[in-house]
């Protein structure tokens, strides 16, 4: 299977259509509904969102949508969560994507002296996504890219970060940290113990900062690897549990029964044979 680093459409949605079934992708995922209303079941919570609302998911979320009113249609994006973190690179714009704290609300409404600039924009993207032109990866990233600016200008408040002090600052680079070494043998004291930071202190920062605990957030980052294994290759689940940072192919297994409901051969077998 391949694994897409960009994914974009447009789709309107009838009172046929059943809505979107809880579905498998390890990126982050930017949703524009220009009508009607829907559903989502965020991590087992509902909010109900409709014209003109703009969402923001990512990978650690699993996610389904319901129709409520139709025709319902929409924008959706979807970018490879590394590849998109390594183009970007500013923690005031990731933290829509990678932050879950206390403010943040999934989602908000555009204005209407912005709908043009929003449609057209997505328009663009559309049209950049479609063509796959000569190194259109890149202007389709330079789009996105302004668009995230112009969202953080005009909504700040949304951004689960809107400025960076130096406590905030570490506890980035932590979670950084994390993101680049998740798959090895680490944990809180080691990450402690690494950053010279006492482990009580970044227990705590780390969760008002992030939205996660320390335990949770490697955690989550373990499974959502161990899925993108799962569904984009035929690697065993032994191998993949011990790729992913597991110290038993037991421990995954079980871990990921809690995590997902499912086993990980499930897992495998339900989302190639339902996933669009």
Known sequence: MNHHIIQMDYKTLTSETRGLKEHFHNGYEIIFIT???????????????GENSLLFLNNLEKHKMDLISTPYSRYMIIVDSDYLD??????????IFKN??????KGFNIKEEHLDFINK????LINI?????????????????????????NYTDQ????RIDKKEQRILDIQHFIDENFRKDISLD?????????????SHSFKDVTGFTIKQYILLKRISYAKNQLYFTDNSVTDIAMDCGFNSQSSFIRTF????????????????ANND
């Open 190 to 202: 080691s990450i402690a113990s690494e950053f010279f930071i006492s482990k009580y202190y970044l």
């Open 35 to 49: 009508e009607g209303e829907s559903n989502f079941t965020i991590n087992d919570n509902i909010y109900t969102y």
């Open 159 to 162: 951004f689960p970060i809107s």
């Open 121 to 124: 924009t997505l328009d663009d």
């Open 129 to 153: 996504f479609s063509k796959e032109s000569e190194f259109w990866q890149i202007e389709f990233m330079s789009m996105l890219s302004i668009l995230l600016v112009f969202l953080y200008r």
């Open 100 to 105: 879950r704290t206390s403010k943040y609300k």
């Open 86 to 95: 390594n183009i970007i690179k500013e923690h005031i714009l990731l933290s």
């Open 257 to 272: 029964g809690e995590k997902e409901g499912i086993t990980p051969l499930q897992f495998r077998k339900y989302y190639r």
